[in-house]
């Protein structure tokens, strides 16, 4: 009896152990290249006008070049073709590659809390009526230029704001931002584009499940003041998530 318990035991902590580790590889953290740069800045130029509208503090290179396409984009006319512009200009020298030295630092000095932050939301999901999409891989993505975080629903990269000094828009820990942007990536398709919902009620539903579930783990997280929102005091601890779809549902068929 006492070996089969044993065996059980071992078996268990090694079941633990495999998951962890798939997280764990799940994450992927390193310097961005010149690509990757250039294509977060085209990216930002690109939606320049919805990201002003929206009150977005904004990062981009102090350059005559740069200035001309943000105007060409604000007129309509900036395309893939300046794509080639952004990515020589990077390559002449505005790219540094030890510019993200600090920045990796710190989110890798984070990285078990966020690999924690992940097996949390896989058991979560589990528990919800609604799909909560978990990718195979996240890529963390720094740049200097655009806005806090971002992310790509095709590919599950996140892009992730920083400086040459290693600090992040709103949160000195970036653990914060890229667990925000894990749940945005999570609810994108169930949620978001099923039921059409707008940029103001999205971001109250991510802080809301980031906080609810988050909350010892990330105490400084805090829901962003972007406005009263249709959800606001109807989730009040992580087991209402499991309504989450309902209430979203009645609003899409309300409105």
């Not at 914060?176 to 398709?189: A, Q």
């Amino acid at each position: 009896m006492a070996k089969t318990f044993l065996s059980i035991l071992i078996i268990l902590l090694c079941q633990q152990s495999c998951v962890s580790q798939s997280f764990e590889d799940a994450l992927i953290i390193k310097h961005p290249s010149i690509e990757q740069e250039a294509t977060s800045i085209w990216r930002t130029i690109n939606d320049i006008n919805f990201l002003e509208s929206q009150g977005y503090q904004i990062k981009l290179p102090k350059n005559e070049a740069i200035d001309n396409l943000i105007e060409k984009s604000k007129g309509g006319e900036f395309g893939n073709e300046d794509y080639a512009t952004i990515y020589n200009l990077l390559e002449g020298g505005i790219y540094q590659r030890e510019n993200y030295d600090k920045a990796l630092a710190k989110i890798l000095s984070q990285k078990a809390l966020i690999v924690s932050a992940m097996e949390k939301l896989e058991e979560k999901r589990a528990e919800w009526t609604w799909d909560f999409k978990q990718y195979e891989s996240y890529e963390i993505i720094l740049t200097l230029y655009g806005t806090g975080g971002s992310y790509e629903p095709e590919t599950g990269n996140i892009t992730l704001l920083t400086n040459a000094e290693g600090a992040f828009m709103k949160y000195d820990k970036p653990a914060n931002t890229i667990i925000h942007e894990m749940v945005h990536l999570g609810i994108e398709n169930s949620l978001i584009q099923t039921y059409k919902v707008n940029h103001v009620l999205k971001e109250k539903i991510v802080d809301t499940i980031v906080y609810l579930l988050f909350q010892e783990s990330l105490p400084d997280y805090q829901i962003q003041n972007m406005g009263p929102t249709a959800i606001d005091g109807q989730f009040n601890e992580a087991a209402d998530l499991a309504g989450l779809q309902a209430t979203i549902a009645k609003l899409a068929e309300d409105n």
